[in-house]
């Protein structure tokens, strides 16, 4: 079985500051780590994503998220937040063959001008 | 990339009355797509499993008389929500994997029903 925590459903961030949305996850078996961000009334776009590799990976619009398996965590960041990243962020995971991502309940960033 | 297209965006219908979201992969063939709901506010919820050719599978709790789900070809998928009412609005989402060396789904726009 796997699950995933996102700690924080909502995170609050000035333009301009770092972002920091918080993802722990459950697997029994290695992990395939997904962040989405969803856009109201809209589907989910994939920010980036491991399977394999290097544990430090780099997404679109300024993401990155790094894969730390002894704390089982995949946080993900941005060095400086836009008005533009204020979204819903979904982290899922996975695993090699199957297709459905168990998700985490979401956090929801605000920016601040 | 790969997209999945999923139409209508929007709907507003009278109660009793069905509607039918279309799931499309544009690019990719797909024996298989996902349907999921979302409620306000929290995360999207497996509702089924479409599976081309055969019946779909449903999750626990999911009513498959209310859902219908059809996958009449590789590239499309329907989800028609029957005698919707009120309690059937929701944000509807499919998805459709690319099958390749990374599991990956590929998610549509959504559908936002409204019934009124």
């Known amino acids: 079985a796997q699950s995933v925590t996102q700690l924080g459903s909502h995170v609050s961030v000035s333009e301009g500051a770092l972002v920091l949305l918080r993802c722990n996850y459950s697997?029994?078996?290695?992990?395939?780590l997904f962040w989405y961000v969803q856009y109201p009334n809209q589907g989910l776009q994939l920010l980036l994503k491991y399977t394999t590799g290097a544990t430090l990976v780099k997404g679109i619009n300024g993401f990155e998220a790094e894969f730390k398996k002894s704390e089982t965590s995949f946080h993900l960041t941005k060095p400086s937040a836009h008005m533009s990243d204020a979204a819903e962020y979904f982290c899922a995971v996975t695993s090699a063959g199957s297709y459905i991502p168990t998700f985490g309940r979401g956090t929801s960033l605000i920016v601040h001008p | 990339g790969a997209v999945v297209s999923q139409h209508p965006s929007r709907v507003i219908c009278k109660s009793g009355t069905s509607v039918k979201i279309e799931c499309r992969s544009l690019d990719f063939q797909a024996t298989t797509m996902f349907w999921y709901r979302q409620f306000p506010k929290q995360s999207l919820m497996l509702m089924a499993t479409s599976n081309e050719g055969s019946k779909a599978t449903y999750e626990q709790g999911v009513e498959k008389d209310k859902f219908l789900i059809n996958h009449a070809s590789l590239t499309l998928s329907t989800l028609t929500v029957t005698s919707a009412h009120p309690e059937d609005s929701s944000f509807y989402i499919c998805s459709a994997p690319r099958e390749g060396v990374n599991t990956e789904a590929f998610f549509g726009q959504g559908t936002r029903l409204t019934v009124v």
């Open positions: 697997s029994s078996v290695p992990p395939y």
